[in-house]
């Protein structure tokens, strides 16, 4: 039997040998970064920009939905290592280590040394964290301090002391800002504990512990409060649906967890579970509690993904270990024995494919999910430098069209970021290229089916539409690991000399018409006015494009059901317009490339039309607007949760054409708090969004009257 002594020493040699596999794997690997494995890397290296900056508002203000904790504790890694990738690994592999001592210390308080150690072995060679190591993604770190909660919950004694409560808060406050579905494992056994202090009547720790946790979260949380539940909603369900993910009350659905349960935990550790739910439901129902009851309000969610159940593999393994509990001393060590070997089996399969468990799915059912390392380089870095090197180092912006694993938006953002190059990204476009400098595509695989739709259509339209290409020329091509082969572009249309100047202009004023059409109906006295130079024209580009009317509706006019704007003396500018000069001299239709700057001169906006126009969003159908002098009344939701707040709006600053200032605002007819009104701002305030837009947009100055709004210059 191993000793609390011994114990420890064999959990440091578990540790170190999977550390050193994790890096030997990673020194092989060459692939870049997937997805939001990328994306946090790039959060990474701006949060090590932050810091040493000093620009702390920056880092709480960074992401809508993920919090700064582990990329920016990997950023302080980052100080200490010789790369950005080794830090992120580093870091992953520290969180695994407290994953195990926390999983480790819950044990000792149910079992011996013997069967505590076995419970943290299983969670450390779990096929799915073993996985999870080679990747940094906020999941595992999730699941350390989630079981690192469960023990400090646990030393608080039914929330009866106040230093172990106090530790509690914090210790909630650090999973709340590692991710926020922490409080679905947190909350369910935190409040089975708190009960018997509420019924003690003795709830001080408790609140001592709740107050903690809130003000340490608020900074970060309460940015989002307003704003976050409706992300979680969406990812929750409706990105699901678009993935494909089955609906929730399907056995498809249900089965989704169940049947990956064994290549997350490992086959053996599944059987020992199943064996040891009997005994932890008779001796120690804690557990129970914080498996099952947070297993199933994640089966009722539709997107699922085994990242998201990982927090539960602490306690999974701890569940059982409960079946090497209750056996003798020998045969407790003889099953140890098994779970060490099966453990470096799985180990071995998920990180190189190797072993007797490599590939083995019986019942189809994936025993571990082998990752290994590919040695062939990928050409994101060589492509950006060629970039760099083509726009003299000037900020470009870049549309890269696929979205594979390893090629995609979120791999070149990162890269770039990494490398501190000027570059703005984007992905596949709907309608036009506007103010994509340069395009990346790729051959064969686009990505995953239900993210790749205008990755495809884009792909296929360079392929088939020569006046795209003479507008967009090949500048390299770079033969890809999986056999496809990239292709870089530039905007870059070659003069057209087979028309005059004039009748040029002439199709170009005649396409713009048509293009309006698109977004215009209803135009009373509208008209287009050109101011261009013979030069520029052959390349496509106007100095301006005055867009006039005393009436229109303006709106997403080829959408079904899209809602329309009703405006006034409207005069729009348009400077610096470039067109595809190629298709229109052989088309006549306008396909707009670049467009320096976009302003509103004048326009005037009744309150009747502005209410219609809200009345007929499925979003808005609830938003009321009042024009008053020098301010609107808005008032948003049903009555009796209606938020209400007078809105005016001052000059554009920090790219935003325009600012809103909103205050007196009500919920439900009760006041709130300045703090808290700049927060329902953030959640709600459009002129954040359109600061990102890719053309600068202008806005005159501002006039709200008694039912109606004008802009105007002065």
């Known amino acids: 039997m191993l000793t609390a002594r011994g114990a420890p020493l064999v959990l440091l040699v578990v540790f170190l ?3 050193g596999t994790v890096l030997a794997w990673v020194r092989t690997d060459q692939r870049p970064p997937a997805w939001d494995y990328a994306n946090h890397l790039e959060r990474m290296v701006a949060c090590a920009d932050d810091l040493a900056a000093g620009r702390l508002r920056a880092i709480l203000e960074r992401s809508s939905f993920y919090p700064p904790l582990v990329p920016c504790t990997a950023s ?19 969180f695994l280590g407290l994953g195990v001592v926390a999983t480790y210390l819950l044990g000792r308080r149910f079992f011996d040394p013997t069967a505590s150690a076995v419970a943290a ?11 999870s190591t080679l990747n940094f993604q906020l999941d595992l770190p999730l699941a350390a301090v989630a079981a690192l909660f469960l023990y400090v919950l646990l030393r608080t004694g039914e929330f009866a002391s106040i230093p172990w409560s106090v530790a509690a808060g914090v210790v909630g406050a650090v999973g709340l800002l590692t991710k926020p579905p922490f409080a679905v494992f947190a909350l369910p056994p935190a409040l089975m504990l708190a009960w018997p202090a509420l019924r003690r009547r003795r709830p001080g720790p408790l609140l001592a512990a709740a107050a903690v946790a809130l003000a340490l979260c608020l900074p970060w949380y309460g940015l989002r409060v307003f704003g976050l539940p409706a992300q979680i909603l969406n990812r929750s369900f409706r990105q699901a649906a678009e993935q494909g993910s089955p609906p929730v009350w399907t056995p498809a659905g249900f089965l989704a967890y169940p049947r990956s349960f064994a290549s997350q935990l490992g086959a053996l550790a599944v059987l020992l579970f199943l064996g040891g739910l009997y005994r932890a439901a008779r001796r120690h129902p804690f557990l129970l509690v914080a498996c099952l009851v947070p297993f199933g309000a994640l089966l009722v969610i539709q997107n699922k993904n085994p990242r998201y159940t990982l927090p539960l593999l602490p306690v999974a393994s701890l569940i059982a270990a409960e079946a090497v509990a209750a056996l003798a001393p020998r045969a407790g060590q003889a099953l140890a024995a098994v779970v060490l070997v099966t453990g470096g089996l799985q180990v071995a399969a998920t990180t190189f494919g190797a072993g007797p468990l490599a590939g083995r799915a019986p019942f189809g059912i994936e025993l571990a999910h082998a990752d290994p390392p590919a040695p062939a380089a990928w050409p994101q870095r060589a492509l950006l430098a060629r970039i760099a090197a083509d726009s003299g180092g000037r900020p470009v912006t870049v549309g890269v069209i696929p979205n594979c694993a390893e090629f995609s938006v979120s791999n070149f953002r990162y890269y770039a970021a990494r490398d501190g190059l000027p570059l703005r990204f984007g992905r596949a476009w709907s309608d036009y290229p506007l103010n994509v ?55 870059r249309p070659a003069p057209v000399t087979q028309i005059g100047p004039a009748a040029l202009a002439g199709r170009i004023q005649a396409g713009a018409a048509a293009l309006l059409a698109e977004f215009v109906a209803d135009g009373r006295e509208l008209r287009v006015g050109l101011d261009w130079d013979a030069a520029g024209l ?23 059901g899209a809602p329309t704007l009703r405006l006034e003396d409207v005069r729009v500018v348009l400077e610096g317009l470039t067109v595809n000069p190629a298709r229109v001299a052989a088309t006549g239709r306008l396909e707009p490339l670049a467009l320096e700057r976009f302003r509103i001169e004048r326009l005037t906006l009744s309150q009747g039309d502005l209410q219609a126009f809200l009345a007929a969003g499925r979003r808005t159908r609830r938003v009321r607007v009042r024009f008053l002098p020098g301010q609107a009344e808005v008032r948003m939701g049903a009555p009796g949760s209606a938020v209400d707040a007078r809105v005016s709006l001052g000059p554009g600053r920090d790219g935003r054409p325009v600012v809103l200032d909103v205050h007196a605002v009500r919920i439900g007819g009760v006041p709130v708090p300045d703090l808290l009104t700049g927060w329902i701002e953030r959640a709600w305030d459009p002129t954040l969004r359109w600061a990102a837009l890719p053309v600068a947009v202008d806005v005159a100055p501002v006039r709200i009257g008694p039912g109606r709004l004008e802009v105007a210059a002065p």
Do not use: C, H, N
């Open 17 to 19: 040998a999977i550390g």
């Open 76 to 94: 302080l890694v980052y100080r200490l290592m010789p790369s950005d990738a080794a830090a992120a690994q580093v870091t992953i592999l520290l």
């Open 121 to 131: 072995v299983m969670f450390a060679t779990a096929p799915f964290v073993v996985f």
């Open 437 to 491: 400098d340069y395009v990346v595509l790729k051959t064969g695989d686009q990505g995953p089916a239900f993210a790749s739709e205008k990755a495809r259509r884009v792909t296929e339209q360079f392929a088939a539409d020569p006046l795209l290409t003479a507008a967009f020329p090949a500048i390299d091509r770079y033969p890809l690991p999986d056999g496809s082969l990239a292709t870089l572009r530039v905007r």
């Open 538 to 560: 052959a390349r496509g580009w106007i100095r301006r494009v005055t867009v006039s009317a005393a009436s229109a509706r303006v709106g997403e006019l080829r959408r079904p």
